[in-house]
């Protein structure tokens, strides 16, 4: 209790954590404590309101250049399992998703040498065309870098291309953790923790808006949790363009880092719940809207991350394929009246959202 003292008033009186605060949350077994604080600041900050969004994924490709050792999603070119969807399968897809409700499609996959540019242009130019109204979440940071690589544009260019195409936002996947030294261990062919702030930089600098990540339950250290979501604080001071911050549980199963014995295990649910709260109480004032991913954390834990600091449980998601191929046991949709059931349950209000969180309906 009285190493938190101070971080407790702190947080009430509206004042910043720093990087000290951050790792005492990390290294503190108090987690009743430290949760009970952060869902006061949860409240204080958005209410009781519990956001969800109508929405589909669409993986694209699974074949990838970067062989990140945490994924186990990523095959190469001719290897069993590996796909690339064609236009017209996406399009299927979509059509699908906009029948059962979907008001976002939520659009990512890999590093696939054998897709051009225009690939990624035109999914985006036909699906726009055909779904106006709907969200086009599309292509992380890694993938707009590498889209930039390979066609020799610039990543300002890239961005533009793909707004004009009906790019409306860009999920925050590829953050990873931004310790270099961490990094190097976990996906050595990715973009540095400096070029995915870069990139989300530029797409604010247009409009574009986004969300961000953070893989926790691998090899990171506290320190490296503290310096991720403080990154994503500072950047958000300069662009205000991050509209969530999610936490990404790391699966371990099927994964080079299991196979090779470097990760045994994945997270705790304690861990889960810690990682949620220090989200919430680090990015207070900044970033309002901490999900509990339920894909990953599985539904009744992403119910409870409700009570430490979560304020969004995310969507109906159909057909998410990269948890999943990790070991992911949580169901690969959700219907609407499931997710309305859970939040009502925890006590709070559900309120179905809009890509860009504004109220579609609250129930």
């Known amino acids: 209790m009285e190493e938190l003292s101070r971080i407790i008033e702190k947080s009430m009186a509206s004042e910043e954590l720093d990087f000290e605060d951050g790792l005492v949350l990390m290294k503190s077994k108090n987690i009743t404590l430290i949760g009970a604080l952060a869902d006061h600041i949860r409240?204080?900050?958005?209410?009781?309101?519990?956001?969800?969004?109508?929405?589909?994924?669409?993986?694209?490709?699974?074949?990838?250049?970067?062989?990140?050792?945490?994924?186990?999603?990523?095959?190469?070119?001719?290897?069993?399992?590996?796909?690339?969807?064609?236009?017209?399968?996406?399009?299927?897809?979509?059509q699908k998703a906009s029948k059962m409700g979907a008001t976002e499609l939520h659009i990512v996959g890999s590093l696939n040498p054998a897709l051009p540019f225009?690939?990624?242009?035109?999914?985006?130019?036909?699906?726009?065309?055909?779904?106006?109204?709907?969200?086009?979440?599309?292509?992380?940071?890694?993938?707009?870098?590498?889209?930039a690589k390979v066609s020799g544009l610039s990543i300002l260019e890239v961005l533009l291309r793909l707004k004009k195409a009906g790019l409306t936002g860009l999920p925050g996947g590829g953050a990873e953790i931004f310790n270099e030294k961490t990094r190097r261990k976990i996906c050595p062919e990715k973009i540095s923790g400096e070029k995915w702030l870069e990139v989300m930089e530029t797409a604010?600098?247009?409009?574009?808006?986004?969300?961000?990540?953070?893989?926790?339950?691998?090899?990171?250290?506290?320190?490296?949790?503290?310096?991720?979501?403080?990154?994503i604080r500072e950047l958000q001071k300069k662009t205000t363009g991050f509209q969530a911050f999610i936490p990404l549980r790391f699966h371990p199963d099927n994964t080079y880092l299991k196979k090779e014995g470097i990760v045994n295990e994945g997270p705790t649910g304690f861990d889960d719940l810690k990682i949620i709260a220090v989200s919430r109480l680090?990015?207070?004032?900044?970033?309002?809207?901490?999900?509990?991913?339920?894909?990953?954390?599985?539904?009744?834990?992403?119910?409870?991350?409700?009570?430490?600091?979560?304020?969004?449980?995310?969507?109906t998601v159909m057909e998410e394929r990269i948890t999943h191929a990790a070991g992911g046991a949580a169901p690969e949709y959700m219907p609407k009246d499931r997710l309305i059931h859970l939040i009502k349950?925890?006590?709070r209000i559900p309120v179905e959202r809009s890509s860009d969180y504004r109220v579609i309906r609250e129930y």
């Open 43 to 94: 409240k204080r900050t958005v209410g009781d309101k519990v956001m969800f969004v109508s929405n589909c994924h669409i993986n694209y490709s699974n074949v990838c250049a970067s062989k990140c050792k945490f994924c186990a999603y990523f095959r190469e070119e001719g290897q069993k399992g590996a796909f690339t969807l064609t236009i017209e399968e996406i399009m299927e897809k979509a």
């Open 118 to 147: 225009e690939y990624y242009v035109d999914v985006l130019e036909k699906l726009h065309q055909k779904y106006p109204s709907m969200s086009l979440k599309a292509f992380t940071a890694v993938e707009v870098a590498y889209l």
């Open 204 to 231: 604010h600098g247009i409009g574009i808006k986004s969300n961000a990540t953070m893989l926790y339950g691998h090899i990171e250290t506290p320190e490296d949790v503290v310096d991720h979501i403080l990154r």
């Open 282 to 315: 680090l990015l207070t004032g900044y970033v309002d809207n901490i999900k509990s991913y339920w894909v990953m954390l599985g539904e009744k834990l992403s119910q409870i991350a409700l009570a430490y600091g979560a304020n969004d449980i995310d969507g």
């Open 345 to 347: 349950n925890a006590g």
